[in-house]
């Protein structure tokens, strides 16, 4: 018996910002779960920001994305078949090859990589890609672990409206920060007021470094203890401006960057880190894995008390997977972005 999947492939490796032209839908053959494996019918899964360096055709901290090959990240789908003694017929599980309909794949190669059992019953499935997965992890590792929040500190977050941003903000919130978030539209910056921020700047409002600067400093007279930095370029250069002595800096990403074609100057103020003591630190969540139940912990009692909630914006359809990487970087979204498969 033989099964059938559809999989969203590359055509060619995007210079500058991706088309729909890079991706099209292949189908293959999938044979049902053998000896030690099991087979996975997707519901859910996510585009990430990462996923864009994977476009590349170089390695960096993570192999590139082969041309012709079904694209990888993060799943939920749930076992239709099973060859592995840990699984059963039914069991529902997160994995990291998302981008297609259905696969059968070795428990143990899986394990390497990612693979974990959810139960829907106790959170909506989807929220295990987000605020329950590598997006709310990366939040917490970042916040706590590498810029050392402390409770009652003042917390700036770019970003702030998408998956981690929001996180933390909700994070720091609940920890008693004064929490400024900064987001590209009014209506995402009334929901970031809404859900954990003090204060939030529309930075296409703000258009420049020298607004932004002034736009922060309104926010925050006193300053900022810790930036969690997702975008970079100007939102860095004013935040920069706007740390306190001995600030500390989280960089989680600098998606402003990642479609350039050709390097581009960075902040002309970048000799403040010394003068003010600063720290910055960039970090890659997969090297905080260990820090998961203690998040987990955290979590379940704000989730519970509605204090740490996942806003999400969900396309249908493996064929719309495309479209949903690609508004990553128009902004064009709010919260976590999702795909739902089936």
């Known amino acids: 018996m033989s099964l059938k999947t559809n999989n969203i492939c590359l055509t060619a490796y995007p210079k500058g910002l991706p088309t729909p032209e890079h991706f099209e839908m292949t189908t293959t053959d999938v044979s049902p779960a053998g000896d030690g494996e099991i087979t996975v019918r997707n519901h859910w899964m996510s585009v990430d920001p990462y996923m864009r360096g994977r476009m590349s055709g170089i390695k960096t901290y993570i192999e590139p994305f082969q041309i012709g090959e079904p694209l990888e990240g993060g799943a939920i789908g749930e076992v239709t078949h099973s060859g592995h003694k840990d699984f059963k017929v039914g069991d529902w599980v997160m994995t990291m090859l998302g981008w297609r309909e259905m696969f059968t794949a070795n428990v143990e190669d899986m394990r390497k990589v ?46 702030a409206a998408g998956a981690v941003g929001s996180t933390v903000c909700q994070l720091a919130k609940a920890d008693g920060a004064t929490v400024i978030g900064i987001a590209g539209t009014d209506a995402k910056c009334k929901w ?18 020298a607004n932004m600067t002034k736009a922060i400093r309104n926010a ?123």
């Open 114 to 159: 990612m693979l974990q059992k959810v139960d829907p019953n106790m959170l909506p499935a989807q929220a295990y890609l987000g605020v329950a997965g590598m997006p709310g992890l990366t939040a917490y590792a970042g916040l706590y672990k590498v810029a050392e929040f402390q409770p009652g500190e003042t917390v700036l977050v770019s970003g």
């Open 192 to 209: 970031l007021v809404a859900h954990g921020c003090d204060s939030a700047i529309n930075y296409k409002t703000a258009e420049n470094a």
């Open 220 to 342: 925050a007279p006193g300053g900022i203890d810790v930036y969690f930095e997702n975008v970079g370029g100007i939102m860095l250069e004013a935040a920069l401006n706007n740390m306190k002595i001995f600030g500390r800096m989280a960089v989680c990403g600098m998606i402003s960057a990642y479609n350039d074609e050709a390097p581009v100057p960075g902040p002309s103020n970048l000799v403040q880190i010394v003068g003010k003591s600063l720290k910055v630190q960039g970090f890659i969540v997969s090297n905080y894995s260990k820090y998961a139940l203690e998040y987990f912990a955290k979590l379940g009692p704000l989730m519970a008390a509605g204090k740490l909630v996942q806003q999400e914006t969900v396309l249908e359809g493996l064929d719309k997977a495309p479209e949903a990487f690609l508004r990553l970087f128009s902004g064009d979204k709010q919260g976590k972005m999702l795909v739902k498969i089936t």
